[in-house]
C-alpha cells in the first residue's frame, strides 16, 4: 500500500532554531505539494514540485521558509529562524499530474508534521 | 482565480441522521472537483472525486457527490450518519491548466452516539 511518508511527526523546537521537515513522495508521482494547516487559516498552499522542479513557492513567507527536492524519494521544507507564528501541521501530499496543461489529480497527503516553536 | 466557499463550518447531528455538506466554487471553466475528510489527529483522506460522466459520485463509506454545473455546487451526502463519522470535511477544486488544489476551509462534523 503506497504511502506518502513525514517525518518527523512531532517537532518542539524554540524561537529562532533551524526545523527541517521531509517527505518521502509515493514513487511514481511527479508532483511534491507543501502545505501547512492552522485554526485560523485552515489548510494553505506552501510550494509545489513537478518533476523536482519547482513551479510555485508563492504561498511561503521568502525570507525564512525554504523548500527543496534533493531527489525524487525526497522534498524537504526548513524554517530558518523559527518563529511561534509557524506552529502548525505541515503535511506533503504527491500526486501524477498528467497532460501539457498540468491539470490535476488527486492528491495524497502524508501523516503530518505537527511544529511547535515555543 | 478560483475558490471554495463550504456554508457550515460545525455540524452537529445525531446517529442515523441524514447529512448535507454544501460547498460551492467559483470558477467558469472545466473543473475537477474532490471531498476529503481528515479524521481527528490524521491526514487528509479521499472520499470521492468528480472528474467527468455521471454528475452524481459515490465514495467510500457511503458517501455520495452531486456535481450540478448550473449551481457550481458539489454536495457531499450520507443517508445516515455514524458516530465513526466525526471528522473534518474539505472540498476542493482543480480547475483545468491548474496543477493544484484549491481547499475550502472545511466542515467539522460532530456525530453524538
Known amino acids: 500500500d503506497a504511502r506518502v511518508t513525514q517525518t518527523p511527526r512531532h517537532k518542539v523546537t524554540e524561537m529562532g532554531q533551524e526545523v527541517t521537515m521531509r517527505c518521502q513522495p509515493i514513487l511514481g508521482h511527479n508532483t511534491v505539494f507543501w502545505y501547512r494547516q492552522t485554526m485560523m487559516q485552515g489548510l494553505e498552499l506552501l510550494a509545489y514540485f513537478r518533476n523536482r522542479a519547482p513551479l510555485d513557492d508563492s504561498g511561503m513567507p521568502k525570507d525564512r521558509f525554504s523548500a527543496e527536492m534533493p531527489d525524487a524519494t525526497l522534498a524537504t521544507l526548513k524554517i530558518q529562524p523559527s518563529e511561534p507564528r509557524d506552529s502548525a501541521v505541515y503535511f506533503c501530499?504527491?500526486?501524477?499530474?498528467?497532460?501539457?496543461?498540468?491539470?490535476?489529480?488527486?492528491?495524497?497527503f502524508g501523516p503530518g508534521t505537527r511544529l511547535t516553536v515555543l | 482565480a478560483q475558490s471554495v466557499s463550504q456554508h457550515n463550518h460545525h455540524v452537529i447531528l445525531s446517529e442515523a441522521a441524514s447529512l448535507e455538506l454544501g460547498c460551492n466554487y467559483s470558477y467558469g471553466g472545466t473543473v475537477n472537483l474532490f471531498w476529503y475528510v481528515q479524521y481527528p489527529g490524521q491526514h487528509l483522506q479521499l472520499l470521492l472525486k468528480y472528474f467527468s460522466g455521471d454528475p452524481l459520485v459515490k465514495g467510500i463509506k457511503g458517501f455520495e457527490a452531486e456535481f450540478i454545473k448550473s449551481k457550481f455546487s458539489f454536495n457531499l451526502r450520507k443517508p445516515s450518519v455514524q458516530w465513526s463519522d466525526t471528522a473534518e470535511y474539505f472540498c476542493?477544486?482543480?480547475?483545468?491548466?491548474?496543477?493544484?488544489?484549491?481547499f475550502g476551509k472545511g466542515t467539522m462534523l460532530l456525530v453524538s452516539p
Open positions: 476542493a477544486v482543480n480547475a483545468q491548466g491548474y496543477s493544484t488544489l484549491t
Open positions: 501530499a504527491s500526486g501524477l499530474v498528467l497532460g501539457r496543461e498540468g491539470t490535476g489529480n488527486e492528491q495524497f
